[in-house]
């Protein structure tokens, strides 16, 4: 059993024992574990100032990316990518995400047609990768960047296992590190060198242009910013697309009700497949832990808290409170939809996290989702050839194991 995996029956057991907010021992460290909504509130939304980040887990990864940067650096990167991943900003990559999706869909195609045997969660990562490369670089991704890419799920997936001293880490992942250096100094040529893609320049051009007033965004940081866009932004996507495959294969009367709930294109069946989404979202976050760090002395919830403790709020227990989340194990995308069919408070229910530190590319990753699922769900129906047991706690949570499939061929 991994450590994480460990980790997650572990807080499991101290919930049901002791609540939404429980003190612990992790190893020789007490250790605060929060859960319960206005906590959660407390701690992500409204007192981020006195529960920080120390460090992020994938730092050998991305570096110095805003999802690992602190303080004043911090809120310049994030200032910086905030404008791309709301409103105007998310039209810019409208083009571009459903482009991707009508090459998954032509893939699918072919499979349908040849009877081929293909592993739908490589699938989602393909995807997933191609939408977020054409993003940042203004071209679809080939098949030379796509193999060179596989390090980062390589460098993701040992994190958990690597060791505790920082450069035997970085040595035991140096290959994989330097195929990853490699892609994102091509990617910053090209772009720095004006070879923008068929939609026009994509976000990997804001950076380079922010060094203009910010000599900070030196080839380092924008390399960082580059990998940061690259892990947030497929993996996982890639992983909520394949827990929701996998689940509407347990739950198949979903799609159908999501299909059914309005004709194509309309406002109605975008809302049922977004359902879909968030409902997956609930069971599988992909932020499905987020160590804090107390600066300063405080009450929570009652409890009082010494400044230097150390905090995990678990969306992942949240989202599975049958106090707050009735029949909490069952996939029912409804919750989404009817009226009081989910609860209220906002700290129920925040699979990218809540506050000033939530993720970027929430509006990203719900609308890619959605685009694809509008092409694929009405054609494709996956039938698994085996389907994994267990989930594997990483940096996202995902399917321990292979999902092979073909496509159920259409109804005539």
């Known amino acids: 059993m991994g450590i994480e995996r460990e980790l997650i029956e572990l807080l499991s057991q101290v919930r049901e024992r002791s609540g939404g907010v429980a003190t612990f021992r992790l190893g020789s460290t007490p250790t605060v574990l929060v859960t319960d909504p206005q906590a959660v509130q407390h701690v992500l939304a409204r007192h981020p100032e006195l529960y920080v980040k120390r460090s992020h887990r994938a730092r050998l990864l991305i570096g110095d990316g805003v999802l690992s940067a602190t303080g004043t650096a911090w809120k310049r990167q994030r200032r910086l990518l905030q404008s791309q991943f709301t409103g105007t900003g998310m039209r810019r990559y409208e083009q571009r995400i459903t482009e991707a999706a009508r090459t998954t869909a032509g893939r699918w195609d072919g499979y349908a047609r040849t009877g081929q045997t293909f592993d739908v969660g490589q699938e989602m990562r393909r995807f997933a990768l191609d939408a977020i490369w054409r993003s940042l670089t203004g071209h679809p991704l080939d098949d030379e960047t796509e193999r060179e890419l596989a390090a980062v799920e390589s460098v993701a997936a040992a994190l958990p296992t690597l060791p505790t001293d920082a450069a035997d880490a970085r040595g035991a992942v140096a290959a994989d590190l330097a195929r990853i250096d490699a892609v994102a100094h091509r ?13 026009g320049p994509g976000l990997l051009r804001v950076l380079i242009d922010a060094a203009a007033e910010h000599p900070e965004y030196t080839d380092p940081l924008i390399r960082d910013e580059l990998v940061t866009l690259l892990v947030a932004g497929h993996e996982t996507t890639a992983t909520t697309l394949t827990w929701l495959h996998l689940l509407l294969d347990r739950y198949p009367a979903a799609r159908e009700e999501a299909l059914a709930a309005g004709e194509e294109g309309s406002a109605q069946r975008r809302q049922a497949i977004q359902a879909l989404v968030h409902e997956t979202l609930r069971l599988y976050p992909p932020a499905w832990i987020l160590p804090r760090h107390a600066s300063e002395d405080d009450t929570l919830a009652g409890h009082a808290i010494e400044a230097g403790t150390d905090l995990l709020v678990c969306p992942y227990l949240t989202h599975r409170d049958p106090e707050l ?8 995308p409804r919750r989404f939809i009817a009226p009081d069919g989910r609860p209220t408070q906002p ?14 590319g929430l509006q990203f990753a719900v609308r890619e989702t959605t685009v694809l699922l509008e092409h694929l769900l009405p054609v494709h129906t ?29 109804l005539a």
């Open 187 to 199: 990617a910053i040529e090209a772009a720095r060198g004006g070879a923008a893609g068929p939609d």
């Open 382 to 410: 996956p039938v698994f050839h085996s389907i994994p047991t267990k989930a594997a706690y990483g940096i996202t949570v995902r399917p321990d194991g292979p999902t092979p499939a073909v496509l159920k061929p259409p």
């Open 347 to 360: 700290g129920a229910y925040f699979p990218f996290g809540i506050g000033p530190r939530a993720c970027l």
């Open 325 to 332: 989340w009735p029949d909490p194990e069952h996939f029912d």
